[in-house]
């Protein structure tokens, strides 16, 4: 989806009536509303696009209009689902900067980041950097691989070597209990802002 001036565009699957919004595509609407200024960097949509109004839930951005399309009703993004996004979005990048920190390591010391799942396949990462999901980190340094649960398993039932490297990775895993490790209330609490920025102890330094 892109908002181009007083316009949404959006693709659907074999050009179909738009009915919804799949899960990369909520990614993808909520970066570009921002990247748009339709919403701020709090989250706080605001009223000044033809396309922003006051509806049941309060403030709503419409993608499709009513009847855009074989007359099925109307698709909105509202200012709840943005306050949605952002806990969840907040929650990843909070979690990547506690272990960062864990770690005494900073966000450009990153090399690569390993994007696995459905979900992962699909999402826009430059959407997931706009928003701040993701460290602003180059492009290329990010890596989708789809199921890589699935593929994993299989591998360790087909060959004895990979289970033994899945094995020594296990054992050199160490689990970090989130919710109390030091600042994670302060980085929770920054992360839910939308935008490039780093963060260091709970304190957010934006990026131009």
């Given amino acids: 989806m892109k908002i181009i001036k007083d316009k949404a565009e959006y693709q659907t699957i074999d050009d179909a009536p738009p009915v919804g919004i799949c899960g990369s595509g909520i990614l993808d609407t909520l970066a570009q509303l921002y990247l748009a200024g339709v919403v701020d960097g709090s989250g706080r949509m605001k009223e000044n696009h033809i396309r922003v109004r006051n509806g049941e839930?309060?403030?709503?951005?419409?993608?499709?209009?009513?009847?855009?399309?074989?007359?099925?009703?109307?698709?909105?993004?509202?200012?709840?689902?943005?306050?949605?996004l952002q806990l969840g979005k907040s929650a990843i990048r909070a979690g990547i900067q506690i272990l960062l920190e864990a770690n005494n390591c900073r966000e450009a010391d990153i090399k690569q980041v390993i994007i696995a799942g459905a979900f992962g396949s699909y999402i826009d990462v430059s959407s997931a950097v706009a928003v701040g999901m993701m460290p602003a980190l180059p492009l290329e340094r990010f890596h989708q691989v789809g199921n890589a649960a699935g593929m994993g398993a299989k591998r360790a039932l087909i060959s004895l070597s990979q289970r033994a490297t899945a094995q020594s990775i296990a054992a050199r895993v160490r689990h970090i209990e989130l919710s109390s490790a030091p600042f994670f209330n302060q980085t929770f609490t920054q992360a839910m802002y939308l935008g490039k920025y780093r963060m260091k102890e709970g304190?957010?330094?934006?990026?131009s």
């Fill in 203 to 207: 304190k957010r330094e934006e990026l």
């Fill in 57 to 84: 839930r309060g403030r709503e951005f419409v993608l499709v209009e009513a009847g855009e399309r074989d007359h099925n009703p109307a698709i909105v993004f509202t200012q709840q689902d943005v306050r949605q």
